[in-house]
T-cell receptor
Framework: TQLLEQSPQFLSIQEGENLTVYCNSSSVFSSLQWYRQEPGEGPVLLVTVVTGGEVKKLKRLTFQFGDARKDSSLHITAAQPGDTGLYLCAGDGNAGNMLTFGGGTRLMVKP | ETGVTQTPRHLVMGMTNKKSLKCEQHLGHNAMYWYKQSAKKPLELMFVYNFKEQTENNSVPSRFSPECPNSSHLFLHLHTLQPEDSALYLC?????????????FGSGTQLSVL
């Protein structure tokens, strides 16, 4: 069974601070995705990383896929209250339509 | 708005009730999913349908019964549920081809079993 562990589970910061959340596994994934889920809504896909060592940027969000394709990180620069939400990573282990989801990092950015 | 619509948004039911959750998408996706999201667990995949055919049943109890009449609609029929089944039930769809792993989620049905 493939597992993805996310850390930290909870993070509360002030507006303007930087933060990094992590998604780790002992398994190799062919791709890894990050989703953000706001209260009362479903997760929304932010990015997919495919190549080991790949870095993708989405405005103030920087996503990195580990060289060995076992881990990933999400770095947010100058966090804003609109970044508040549950961040989920999900790995594709090439088992058909079956993604493995991490437990999530719940982020709160206070004004 | 992801293009995946779930109804109802909220549902309260007793353990002896029978209810159904509905999901529809008109994105042209061929795969549809049911996920369960509980407070202290990662998202759990329940069922997967590809072109109306069930391809995955992730050891889900028989009190949950999925139905996929066509590629745009997915139902989850519920009967004799337990209080521990209270959770957010999320429907998702994904496109064919190389983007099959990109999930589009609905807003979910928040289910409370009394």
């Amino acid at each position: 069974t493939q597992l993805l562990e996310q850390s930290p589970q909870f993070l509360s910061i002030q507006e303007g601070e930087n933060l990094t959340v992590y998604c780790n596994s002992s398994s190799v994934f062919s791709s890894l995705q990050w989703y953000r889920q706001e209260p009362g809504e479903g997760p929304v896909l932010l990015v997919t990383v495919v190549t080991g060592g790949e870095v993708k940027k989405l405005k103030r969000l920087t996503f990195q896929f580990g060289d060995a394709r076992k881990d990933s990180s999400l770095h947010i620069t100058a966090a804003q209250p609109g970044d508040t939400g549950l961040y989920l990573c999900a790995g594709d282990g090439n088992a058909g339509n079956m993604l493995t989801f991490g437990g999530g990092t719940r982020l709160m950015v206070k004004p | 708005e992801t293009g995946v619509t779930q109804t109802p948004r909220h549902l309260v039911m007793g353990m002896t009730n029978k209810k159904s959750l509905k999901c529809e998408q008109h994105l042209g996706h061929n795969a549809m999913y049911w996920y369960k999201q509980s407070a202290k667990k990662p998202l759990e995949l329940m069922f997967v349908y590809n072109f109306k055919e069930q391809t995955e049943n992730n050891s889900v109890p028989s009190r949950f019964s999925p139905e996929c009449p066509n590629s745009s609609h997915l139902f989850l029929h519920l009967h004799t549920l337990q209080p521990e089944d209270s959770a957010l039930y999320l429907c998702a769809s994904s496109p064919p081809g190389r983007d099959y792993e990109k999930l589009f989620f609905g807003s979910g049905t928040q289910l409370s079993v009394l």
